[in-house]
């Protein structure tokens, strides 16, 4: 029976679970030995695991590395000396330019990029902020490690989809995709003296868990800011969309684990099919035609709102006493 190797980055994080679930079901219906491995968010130790693999017994090796990698420094080398020996390499949520030409060398071997479509992740959060915020207003944005291809792909393509409307992002980075990074770059953010004059309207993060981090930031240093919007992505059934229901999320994105396809791209290739590179297409949660319920009022109505005693100030609409 063939053997997969899939190398993911932590089991602490929710969607990493769900990633290694799915890939053991998806190698089971496929008839595949599976072995899941994570590399505790170390880069280094993630490559020594691969090498493990890749200098063992030749009747030892996996037919191919599916790999999520944590960082991008240092892998191309890996890739290259896992196709010498004769082991095919997918990326998850990752591109490479290396792996056309890999394809080229052994065109027998499982090797390509498995992603979410995360330039329409992007847009989708682009349009459910449109949806939320008709009247605009300050957005903080959590990004993830900008290094990865999925943080710079999503922030570029929601930037895009709020082009020309009132909605003004503030991006802030987050050095992993935890709930601990998004609270620290949030508390980080709060405690700054710019930020004691700017309220923001909502919190869109580049996944459930960043979002989550944010909002106990925010609950813990600006209480009163705990009627923002939140929103999220990954959107996993136990985690996101639960988060939805229970109002602590107003929306997220579901994106369908990509280890599972990437597991049936690698029995496809053992049983004579080309390698491709494939994208799982994301999902707006709640639909995109249902986020206008949710809508907010706009950022100027909020701060009115927020001011006190903005209420014994505003003009009566029915004009003054007789």
């Given at each position: 029976?063939?053997?997969?190797?899939?190398?993911?980055?932590?089991?602490?994080?929710?969607?990493?679970?769900?990633?290694?679930?799915?890939?053991?079901?998806?190698?089971?219906?496929?008839g595949?030995?599976?072995?899941?491995?994570?590399?505790?968010?170390?880069?280094?130790?993630?490559?020594?695991?691969?090498?493990?693999?890749?200098?063992?017994?030749?009747?030892?090796?996996?037919?191919?590395?599916?790999?999520?990698t944590?960082?991008?420094?240092?892998?191309e080398?890996?890739?290259?000396?896992?196709?010498?020996?004769?082991?095919?390499?997918?990326l998850?949520?990752?591109?490479?330019g290396?792996?056309?030409?890999?394809?080229?060398?052994r065109?027998?071997l499982?090797?390509?990029?498995?992603?979410?479509?995360?330039?329409?992740?992007?847009?989708?959060q682009?349009?459910?902020?449109?949806?939320?915020?008709?009247?605009?207003?300050?957005?903080?944005?959590?990004?993830?490690?900008?290094?990865t291809?999925?943080?710079?792909?999503r922030l570029?393509?929601?930037?895009?989809?709020?082009?020309?409307?009132?909605?003004?992002?503030?991006?802030?980075?987050?050095?992993?995709?935890?709930?601990?990074?998004?609270?620290?770059?949030?508390?980080?953010?709060?405690r700054?003296?710019?930020?004691?004059?700017?309220?923001?309207?909502?919190?869109?993060?580049?996944n459930?868990?960043?979002?989550?981090?944010?909002?106990?930031?925010?609950?813990a240093?600006?209480?009163?800011?705990?009627?923002l919007?939140?929103?999220g992505?990954?959107?996993?059934?136990?985690?996101?969309?639960?988060?939805?229901?229970?109002?602590?999320?107003t929306?997220?994105?579901?994106?369908?684990?990509?280890?599972?396809?990437?597991?049936?791209?690698?029995?496809?290739?053992?049983?004579g099919?080309?390698?491709?590179d494939?994208?799982?297409?994301?999902?707006?949660?709640?639909?995109?035609?249902?986020?206008?319920?949710h809508?907010?009022?706009?950022?100027?109505?909020l701060?009115?709102?927020?001011?006190?005693?903005?209420?014994?100030?505003r003009p009566?609409?029915r004009?003054?006493?007789?």
């Open positions: 029976m063939a053997k997969v190797v899939v190398a993911l980055q932590n089991e602490r994080q929710e969607f990493q679970l769900l990633e290694a679930r799915v890939a053991r079901e998806s190698a089971a219906r496929g595949l030995d599976i072995e899941v491995v994570f590399a505790d968010d170390n880069a280094i130790q993630q490559i020594h695991q691969l090498f493990a693999y890749i200098r063992a017994p030749e009747d030892a090796r996996p037919a191919a590395l599916i790999v999520q944590v960082g991008s420094e240092g892998f080398r890996v890739a290259r000396n896992a196709v010498k020996a004769g082991i095919g390499w997918v998850i949520n990752r591109t490479g290396y792996l056309d030409a890999l394809r080229t060398e065109r027998d499982p090797i390509a990029s498995v992603s979410v479509d995360n330039e329409e992740v992007g847009a989708i682009g349009r459910q902020l449109r949806a939320l915020l008709p009247g605009g207003g300050s957005v903080l944005y959590l990004q993830g490690p900008a290094d291809s999925t943080a710079r792909d570029l393509h929601a930037q895009k989809a709020i082009a020309g409307s009132p909605i003004e992002l503030k991006v802030l980075a987050s050095e992993a995709w935890m709930e601990a990074s998004g609270e620290r770059a949030v508390s980080a953010w709060l700054l003296k710019s930020s004691e004059g700017s309220r923001p309207v909502a919190v869109c993060a580049q459930d868990t960043l979002s989550v981090g944010a909002r106990r930031a925010i609950l240093h600006r209480p009163e800011w705990s009627d919007v939140f929103t992505c990954n959107g996993s059934p136990d985690y996101g969309q639960r988060l939805v229901q229970s109002g602590e999320l929306a997220t994105i579901v994106t369908p684990p990509p280890t599972a396809s990437a597991v049936e791209l690698v029995s496809d290739v053992l049983a099919k080309p390698a491709r494939l994208r799982v297409r994301p999902r707006s949660h709640p639909p995109e035609e249902e986020l206008s319920r809508a907010r009022p706009a950022a100027a109505a701060a009115e709102a927020a001011t006190p005693g903005a209420a014994l100030s009566d609409p004009g003054p006493h007789r």
